[in-house]
């Protein structure tokens, strides 16, 4: 009698579209991401326009986008994203922390918030974070 083999299905990718203005930082998001063996950059974008045409084209999983985004801006973003896309997930990226400027993300539908200072250390456990449904980073009260 011949014994069957499991057949092992490789794992599900989770889709990500990057959203910056500086393509050395997307090159690195890239890397990063694309290192992961359950993650993958599925598209890239330098503003908002291109963003959400990419959503459209690509249909991500998560949105990772810099508020500071060069002609338009991330709260721009943000806002066409959650009256078009309503249950995409969006982590946003900043260079600086202010707690007003990270609480109108949250405010503008972002699910997730991550400091470039600290985006090494703390971006694949946002990451992950936000693509299960949670929020992470928001700023106390």
Partial sequence: MRKKRAVLSPPVKRRILIVDNHPLVRRGLKALIDAEPDLIVCAEAANPRDGLGAIAESR???VI??????PGNGLELLKAIRSGHAGLRVLVLTMDDMPTRVRRAFAA????HVSKQEMTETLLMAMRSVLRGESFGAPAG
């Fill in 65 to 70: 986008a810099d508020l500071s985004l060069g």
């Fill in 109 to 112: 539908g972002a699910d997730g």
């Fill in 60 to 62: 991500p999983d998560l």
